[in-house]
């Protein structure tokens, strides 16, 4: 009963904190659209919009993170504003880093550290980011989980599994695995609370990715981590506008970089960060990238990983129907009234109509909706775990067609598929 209550309160809350923040702009808006100035109107909406998303807390604005990279699907000026979301979420205040410090170390000025500047140089829905220096001199960031976060999260998040519930009844999802999807997304997001589990995660990315050129992913230091504060070596000068003020040729190395990196994660190692946004994903002026916040990592099976790179594989060289044999294959089951020979036609299709798009005609998000749809309409059923790859893609899409819209994804993706699908087997 008392979880009843406390979804009921946060329910309200949400509502009321909804209708506080956006039922006052809603007047100034109508006026300024009336006069004919619809771009102020509509600026005045997302700035607002945007706000009411911090005030709501963690969970909704990792929606705005990922929402604000899709630049294809989105209004630029609101994912201008959803921008904001990367790394510029409302710091904690002096007496709130004090208590989370006291939370982690049992003292707001920790003896593990020479010197901790209390002035964020990073924040997030999660966790505020500071600048320390340890004994021995080094320099590094240390990641301080917000008081309270837990119970917050707790609670919208099981907002989130009943609303799927609801929607799991609705016609326009049946044969959609709704449930299983939230349910995946949902442990996925609250397991960012645990700072030791990411803490390993940065050390598998960190050991996976060296052997990817430019890309670089910071040292954790144990010796001053705790279950409330990750401890790392601080990366200096990240900023993320650099890339827009970098020539054109290194804007598109930056977006070979970037690419190949979530795909070296897909196809060869199977471990994914499924959440590498322009505040977990840095360029730097010496042409490397930075990759930060492991929290939102997930392993894929085996079987996933080699079924996700051959399917990558066959859509490069436009082998439709094999494709379409593969979703099959990794499919959980077929409906009672499926129609496998229609979807393999139609599934085909879509992969030949995208073969060798560049990213500037190529959607992965319309990709992804079409292919859905398909298996919804066909009684095909998707593996729940398949989110999760296409996550990770959908979030960095954003960000890389902005940097190369002539980048071709799938002929990059060729050489990361051959290492995935033949070097594994050549080393076992």
Do not use: W
């Not at 100035?37 to 990922?66: E, H, I, N, S």
């Not at 410090?101 to 002035?119: H, N, R």
């Not at 919208?156 to 929607?167: E, F, I, T, Y």
Request: positive net charge.
């Amino acid at each position: 009963m008392a979880t009843t209550r406390a979804l009921l309160a946060r329910s309200t809350r949400i509502g009321l904190v909804g209708a506080a923040h956006l039922l006052p702009v809603l007047p100034p808006a109508l006026v300024k659209a009336a006069r004919g100035d619809r771009p102020a109107a509509r600026r005045l909406l997302y700035r607002r919009l945007t706000t009411l998303l911090m005030r709501l807390g963690p969970a909704f604005v990792k929606a705005g993170q990922v929402l604000g990279t899709r630049r294809d699907v989105l209004p630029s000026a609101l994912c201008d504003e959803l921008s904001v979301l990367q790394e510029r979420v409302d710091p904690m205040t002096p007496e709130q880093t004090s208590r989370a410090l006291a939370d982690a170390y049992g003292s707001g000025t920790p003896a593990e550290f020479a010197e901790v500047d209390l002035t964020p140089v990073a924040s997030g829905s999660v966790a505020c980011v500071y600048r320390g220096r340890m004994p021995d001199g080094a320099d590094v960031a240390l990641k301080l989980r917000r008081p309270g976060i837990e119970s917050t999260m707790a609670l919208d998040l099981a907002l989130m599994r009943r609303g799927a519930r609801v929607m799991a009844r609705l016609s326009v999802f049946r044969g959609v695995p709704v449930r299983e999807v939230v349910e995946n997304m949902c442990d996925a997001v609250f397991g960012q609370l645990d700072f030791a589990r990411e803490a390993e995660n940065l050390r598998r990315l960190r050991e996976n990715l060296a052997v990817v050129p430019r890309v670089r992913v910071p040292a954790v230091r144990d010796d001053a981590c705790r279950p409330r504060c990750l401890v790392m070596e601080f990366v200096p000068d990240l900023d993320v506008d650099v890339a827009r003020s970098m020539s054109a040729a290194v804007r598109k190395r930056f977006a070979a970089s970037a690419m190949t990196t979530i795909y070296h994660m897909l196809f060869v190692d199977g471990f994914v960060h499924c959440d590498m946004h322009p505040g977990n994903l840095y360029f730097t002026r010496g042409a490397q990238v930075v990759v930060l916040d492991a929290g939102f990592s997930v392993q894929l099976t085996e079987e996933l990983r080699r079924l996700f790179a051959e399917f990558f594989m066959n859509m490069s060289i436009g082998r439709g129907r094999y494709c379409a044999e593969i979703v099959v294959r990794s499919g959980t089951g077929l409906g009672p009234d499926a129609d496998v020979d229609t979807f393999l036609d139609r599934m085909a299709d879509l992969v030949e109509r995208s073969h060798g798009l560049p990213a500037r005609e190529f959607s992965l998000i319309a990709f992804a909706a079409e292919m859905f749809d398909l298996q919804r309409r066909y009684g095909v059923h998707a593996a729940p775990e398949l989110i999760f790859p296409l996550l990770s893609l959908l979030v960095i899409e954003g960000t890389v067609r902005e940097l190369d819209p002539d980048l071709d994804f799938q002929e990059l993706a060729k050489p990361v598929l051959m290492r995935g699908l033949f070097g594994r087997r050549a080393a076992a």
